[in-house]
T-cell receptor, first 113, second 110 residues
């Protein structure tokens, strides 16, 4: 069965510092991969996704992620954190239709002034 | 396109009451699903449907019923609400390459 892990349930960075949120998946077939952001009391917003093609994917709000098949990873990065980036971030993997859509447990990002 | 819509946004129930969470999509997707979100557990699949008339159980189906009479609508029913069903519920609609989520329903069962 496919699974997604996110290292660190809570990550704190200083404003202006690099953001790195880790995501690893387990699948015999490389899945489609997604990062979602959820602000307090809000729904899920798609940050970026990898389906095929270029392994470095750029998303909204200055975020990007790189698909590394050899490491089964899809880590999310942003060069310089902003206070408005404080939220919960979910990595997800999809193989075929949604019944194989699996979320990671989420990482809460705090940005310190 | 409205995408995926959910009603209500908030609901408070007493233990034992029943209710239906509504979900609709206008993207003509065959696949729809319901998730619940609880702190520290991410989103867990409750039920899903691969088309009108076809539904199946996900990871946490107990206490919930679904039906799919049309492509557009996929309601989730709680027959006898329990405090353990206090959660945020998200409906989703899928293409082959992406899932689209509704805004969520925050349910509290007292």
């Amino acid at each position: 069965a496919q699974s997604v892990t996110q290292l660190g349930s809570h990550v704190s960075v200083s404003e202006g510092a690099l953001v790195l949120l880790r995501c690893n998946y387990s699948s015999s077939v490389p899945p489609y991969l997604f990062w979602y952001v959820q602000y307090p009391n809000q729904g899920l917003q798609l940050l970026l996704k990898y389906t095929t093609g270029a392994t470095l994917v750029k998303g909204i709000n200055g975020f990007e992620a790189e698909f590394k098949k050899s490491e089964t990873s899809f880590h999310l990065t942003k060069p310089s954190a902003h206070m408005s980036d404080a939220a919960e971030y979910f990595c997800a993997a999809m193989n075929g239709y949604g019944q194989n859509f699996v979320f990671g447990p989420g990482t809460r990002l705090s940005v310190l002034p | 396109n409205a995408g995926v819509t959910q009603t209500p946004k908030f609901q408070v129930l007493k233990t034992g009451q029943s209710m239906t969470l509504q979900c609709a999509q206008d993207m003509n997707h065959e696949y729809m699903s319901w998730y619940r979100q609880d702190p520290g557990m991410g989103l867990r699949l409750i039920h899903y449907s691969v088309g009108a008339g076809i539904t199946d159980q996900g990871e946490v189906p107990n206490g919930y019923n679904v039906s799919r009479s049309t492509t557009e609508d996929f309601p989730l029913r709680l027959l006898s609400a329990a405090p353990s069903q206090t959660s945020v519920y998200f409906c989703a609609s899928s293409s082959l390459r992406e899932q689209f989520f509704g805004p969520g329903t925050r349910l509290t069962v007292l």
